[in-house]
């Protein structure tokens, strides 16, 4: 086996989500497969130091705060921690996640700058922004609306995101509309500080010549160059942000900021470790390696290391960009509904970390569209995880402990190790140049020739006649396994570590090199009962995901629309935690003041008769229940109700009651309900059920 001796070290970073939504599968297009990487290479013996944290400032952030009635602060607080507990859930590791919010980002921030400014990089002008007479503001990036000067589409003030995809600087941004009241702007000249981009023309071409990655990244970044660079305004008129050094009244472009927490996290990392940052982003002695999605290229190979160079930074190595994501052949949209959410679409269904994973990484090459289909999914977990890998695996591990309950005798085939070489060789060469899928592929090719090993040696036939071969021969196929566990941990990092518990081993295999693939296996040692790696995807699971799916889109053009306070439906439920004085339970209590409604008010709620199916405790929750009532419809309705002060789960189950089926759909303790089930308390607090006098049909309107 040959291992690379890496001379430098590595910092590998992925782009930062965005603290202002939740987690989605194209974000894990980015995440996976730089933690794979990451993973990978440690177990190569490289130094690798793995960052991320959480984008928090800019426009969309202080827009969505306004409309939510919270602070900036608290709406990036209630984001950054959903994406640090995900990414934890997904196994994806970093060394250090912070937030752009950090002590540490302001100050590197405003050194960045400073630097810049004393190099003569920056510079004030007075530029033409456009502003809302109504609202009384200046609009920056998102607050303003309009035509791309460039392409004739729809584009936001920055950017024209569904378009050219083009930077968008002053004036470029025609027939502009404030994105709050929808009144048509105008243009007003203000003093802004713009960064001189086109003075790093000569130094980005050779940078770009030497920078490695993926072609797509490098190629879309040449093709900017010759198009010409423009000087880029790097203040926004914002409370929320980093002051811009000597400028008070604007805030930095959080395209500025961002990139910037990468150094900022790796000093967080250095002081809690005793190390230095500097040789990562200061001394040119390590390599820094971007994970980015293929629509943020030119913020990373163009703007980000012209501010690098400018401020006497080490410049990335190299620039990885993923390809974009489709779901069911369709545009990814989170307004159309259109989307995936990694927490309650796919974790909270009961999906596993490593399926995912697989699946993204392995659909198809990096740099592609990859299309997110669960009839797809299902198949492709089916047909490959469950009955090569996981197949293979389970069956050879279980004839083991059923017949010799430790490591057989025997001697290892020279064949056996020469193939497990072979693949490791392939598969890092691929994985070295970003291709995740050959990377899995070859795996995977393994595991196929470890089901003909033991398909073609028939050992239930051998454990009669031979006892001997039948042990060299599983000796073999658990030597294969253990390679397998070997190089799939990085991208199955869950799974691969039960089967190698399971193998005898007390050492955690991340931390397992791939030296150890040739390594024979100790006979004797005992090995534990297996258990089945990956189960078969039912028909009946991807039906539930599917109506989920189709729901959503059905529902979105309601659920885009404002309501007439001028809130985001959309976000109401995920932002309402933040507002909260109280608990769950207690948020589930009524209000005494009674409220006068007219009898159209009544008629607007839609009251069923329903028949509870089943009731089971919630989770670290002393009152709750997720109640599951038949109401007449095709699927029976999951409710979170509490009743558990009053009712057991025996004496719920099967009774009569009455059920509000037209109330929006809300979460607690991170159970969805779909409902309310009625109930009366009097004033000694009894509370009791309200149920119809006589038997009556699930689904009966009460009128």
Known sequence: MKLKNYEKPAVVTCGLPYANGKAHIGHMRTYIPADIYVRAMRKAGREILFICGSDTHGTPVVVNAEKEGVTPKELVTVYHEHF??????????????????DPENYNRTKDIINKNIEANHVFKQKTDVAYCTKCNMFLPDRYVEGICAHCGEIARGDECDQGCGRPLGSGELLNPVCAVCKTPAVYKEQEHYYFKLSDFTKRLEKFLENLKGTENAINYSKGWLEQGLKDWCITRNLSWGIPFPGADDLVVYVWVDAPIGYIAFTEQWAKKNNESWEKYWKENNSDIVHFIGGDIVYHHCIFWP??????????????????????????????????????????????????????????????????????????????????????????????????????????????????????????????????????????MELAAFGNGYFQSNEPWNLIKTDTKKCEHVLLNCMQIVKSLCILFEPVAPGK?????????????????????????????????????????????????VEKIAQARLSEADIKSK???????????????????????????????????????????????????????????????????????????????SGLRDYYTEEELTGKTVCVIVNLKTAKLRGVESQGMVLAAEDEQGNVRLLTPDEVMKPGSKIR
């Open 84 to 101: 640090k507990n995900l990414f934890e859930t997904m196994e994806i590791e970093f060394d250090a996640y912070g937030t752009t919010d």
């Open 306 to 443: 012209a501010m690098l160079m400018g401020a006497g930074y080490s410049t990335p190595t190299d620039v990885v960009a993923s390809g974009m994501l489709k779901i069911e052949n369709q545009k990814f949209s989170k307004s159309r509904g259109n989307v995936v959410w990694v927490e309650e679409d796919y974790l909270e269904q009961g999906f596993h970390p490593d399926l995912l994973r697989y699946y993204l990484a392995g659909y198809t090459s990096h740099t592609k569209e990859v299309n997110f289909s669960w009839k797809i999914f299902q198949d492709k977990i089916n047909t490959e995880l469950v009955a090569v890998l996981g197949n293979f695996i389970y069956r050879s591990m279980l004839f083991v402990y059923r017949n010799f309950g430790k490591i057989p005798n025997g001697e290892i085939e020279p064949e056996i190790i020469e193939k497990s070489n072979q693949t490791f060789e392939k598969s890092f060469e691929a994985l070295e140049n970003y291709e995740f899928k050959k990377y899995i592929d070859t795996i």
């Open 496 to 544: 691969m570590e039960e089967a190698w518990r399971n193998l005898g081993f007390d050492v955690s295999l991340k931390s397992v090199k791939y030296d150890e693939l040739t390594v024979p296996l100790s006979p004797g040692t005992p090995i534990n009962k297996p258990e089945i790696l990956f189960k078969k995807v039912e028909d009946e699971k991807i039906e539930v």
């Open 562 to 640: 404002p309501d007439k306070s001028g809130k985001d439906p959309k976000n109401e439920n995920e932002i309402k935690s933040i507002k909260k004085t109280k608990n769950e339970e207690e948020s589930m209590e009524e209000n005494e003041d009674i409220k006068i409604i007219t009898i159209d008010d009544f008629f607007k709620t839609d009251i069923r008769i329903g028949k509870i199916v089943s009731a089971e405790p919630i989770p670290k929750s002393d009152k709750l229940y997720k109640v599951i009532v038949d109401v007449g419809e095709e699927n029976p309705r999951q409710i979170v």
